[in-house]
């Protein structure tokens, strides 16, 4: 069983696995050790961080340009 990361609930954990593992269906490439399952696969991902939510991209983009 693959833990729920910190700060991240469980129904957002396996609804974001769920999606993952249907990218990595239709071919997408793993971020990480791939396993033998593709949901494993995807909830490892999501574990390590290597698949986040794409609100936290844009929050995390925010940076003022250096001029």
């Avoid at 910190?6 to 971020?31: D, I, K, N, Y």
Wanted: aromatic letters at 2%; a positive charge.
């Amino acid at each position: 069983m693959v833990k729920c990361p910190q700060g991240m609930s469980v129904f957002e954990f396996s609804v974001l696995s769920s999606l993952r593992a249907a990218q990595l269906s239709r071919g997408c490439t793993p971020r990480v050790v791939p396993s033998a399952k593709l949901a494993v696969t995807a909830q490892l991902e999501v574990s390590a961080r290597k698949v986040v939510r794409m609100l936290d991209i844009e929050n995390a983009a925010v940076v003022e340009p250096i001029s």
